[in-house]
């Protein structure tokens, strides 16, 4: 077993809703919806594209996937979860737009806010007691061949390449997609999201999400608002 801590929005938040209908599923209910041919690409392209971020569901990586550590249980890992919530107070990017990252797609920050640089590391940090080492199967899966000398060290750290300085917001729409598909892709996006790009986006609460199983989707666990003491 797995867990997570990831920004997503609210249930029942617009742009969470927007975002399970377009992956195909939604991870706080579990609803699955069904992907339908659109804009010239297949049903068939679509379910396939999407699939990575459809396992994980519609967030973005702030401490990123771990099992726990021998000395902690689930309880220890909720209270502490439950205490940072509550005496952590919620920021806002002020521009979020549609970017690519490499060969997939996501709503990002329009530029590096520090703000929200500093959030990120204090989740990294906080969360780190609770993090049982990498296995050398782990470590072999993020390549580390293929890694900068800096995202190495971060891995054998912090068990994750893209901390503090490598650290990039992004909350994820799509898998790698092929270059032909790309344009079609964008403008389709561009299309379903438009209500939620262009403007500010809070970052109002934290999920912390739980894998069952190996390769199984992750669920949000529990969601809980920032600053709420």
């Keep these: 077993m797995r867990y997570a801590i990831y920004f997503c929005p609210h249930p029942g938040a617009p742009l969470n809703e927007a975002a399970a209908r377009w992956l195909g599923r939604d991870a706080f209910s579990e609803a699955v919806?069904?992907?339908?041919?659109?804009n010239g690409l297949s049903s068939e392209d679509l379910f396939a594209l999407t699939a990575d971020?459809?396992?994980y569901g519609f967030h973005a990586t702030l401490k990123a996937p771990f099992r726990l550590a021998s000395d902690f249980g689930e309880s220890d890992l909720l209270s502490a979860f439950a205490d940072f919530c509550a005496t952590t107070g919620p920021i806002e990017i002020p521009r979020v737009t549609l970017?690519?990252?490499?060969?997939?797609?996501?709503?990002?920050?329009?530029?590096?806010?520090?703000?929200?640089?500093?959030?990120a590391a204090s989740v990294v940090e906080g969360f780190e007691r609770f993090r049982a080492p990498l296995t050398e199967a782990d470590i072999a899966r993020r390549k580390p061949e293929r890694l900068s000398?800096?995202?190495?060290?971060?891995?054998?750290?912090?068990?994750?390449?893209?901390?503090?300085d490598e650290f990039r917001f992004h909350?994820?729409?799509?898998?790698?997609?092929?270059?032909?598909?790309?344009?079609?892709?964008?403008?389709?996006?561009?299309?379903?999201?438009?209500?939620?790009?262009?403007?500010?986006?809070?970052?109002a609460g934290l999920g912390l999400f739980r894998e069952e199983e190996p390769g199984g989707p992750f669920i949000v666990h529990t969601w809980r608002p920032l600053g709420a003491a």
Excluded: C, H, M
Excluded at 33 to 38: D, G, R, T, V
Excluded at 154 to 163: A, E, H, K, T
């Design 99 to 119: 970017g690519q990252i490499g060969a997939f797609f996501a709503i990002v920050p329009d530029k590096v806010y520090p703000q929200l640089q500093n959030f």
């Design 171 to 203: 909350l994820t729409l799509t898998g790698q997609v092929p270059g032909e598909k790309q344009a079609a892709f964008l403008e389709l996006l561009q299309s379903r999201f438009a209500a939620f790009v262009d403007r500010p986006l809070a970052i």
């Design 53 to 55: 971020p459809r396992r």
């Design 33 to 38: 919806y069904p992907l339908s041919a659109e």
């Design 149 to 164: 000398p800096a995202q190495r060290d971060n891995l054998g750290r912090w068990g994750y390449p893209y901390v503090f």
